[in-house]
């Protein structure tokens, strides 16, 4: 089976990015390239991790999915459908290079996150357009130094967390982005309401592994 390379940008120059990581299958977990190299079941290692529509080919044999196959769209890890590369604000971030992120990346929540990696909030790109408007009481992001300063309250689920589950979460606290954690909430993806419909679309078509075309 293969299995997406996954990456981290950080916006900000204090938090060093995390090494490419894979969801995997066998473990239900985030794991280092360098774990994944060694591992007995690998058969195939991209030459370059960073080139985009890396993955590894392994024979890794995913747990049974509770439940009738075809429940597998809502059964599976939400870690199976993070998108490849997750973007991250540091906390120190100052407000001007803030702005200068959203202008280059288009995510509309960005987590933003502490030196270890750890979840700290979310940054929304209207907030930081509805705080420049005159008449808005809120300090403005002017006025503010740091991102920390302006974080909003993260919608976040384990990456371990069942398809289901995320929807209801995200249901529940009318969220639209949901932000995927590791132990310790250490970021490891992001998952928009769209992202997450589409990936259990595609898991029902999907036939699960082992099984003969
Ligand atoms: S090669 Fe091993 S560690 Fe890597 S994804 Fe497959 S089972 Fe997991």
């Excluded at 490419?20 to 370059?48: G, I, K, M």
């Excluded at 929304?124 to 705080?131: G, K, N, W």
């Excluded at 300090?139 to 909003?152: K, L």
Aim: aromatic share 4%.
């Amino acid at each position: 089976m293969r299995v997406p390379v996954r990456s981290q940008l950080v916006v900000g120059a204090e938090v060093p990015a995390t090494r490419p990581w894979v969801f995997c299958p066998a473990q239900n977990r985030s794991v280092d390239c360098a774990e994944c190299r060694n591992c007995p079941r690998l058969v195939s290692f991209p030459e370059s991790v960073s080139e985009p529509g890396a993955y590894v080919e392994c024979n890794a044999v995913e747990p049974t999915p509770l439940g009738a196959p075809q429940d597998r769209g809502q059964t599976a890890p939400i870690g199976a459908l993070a998108t490849p590369r997750v973007v991250c604000v540091d906390a120190e971030l100052s407000v001007e290079r803030l702005s200068a992120a959203f202008r280059e990346w288009s995510g509309v929540e960005l987590p933003v996150i502490d030196k270890g990696g750890r979840l700290v909030g979310t940054i929304l790109r209207s907030d930081f357009v509805r705080a420049r408007r005159p008449g808005d009481a809120r300090p403005s992001f002017e006025q503010t130094h740091r991102v920390a300063e302006r974080v909003s309250r993260a919608t976040a689920l384990h990456e371990s967390a069942s398809v289901q589950h995320a929807v209801r979460v995200l249901a529940s606290q009318r969220a639209r982005t949901l932000i995927l954690v590791q132990d310790e909430y250490v970021v490891v993806g992001v998952l928009t309401d769209l992202e997450l419909l589409l990936g259990m679309s595609r898991l029902r078509r999907q036939p699960p592994e082992g099984s003969t075309p």
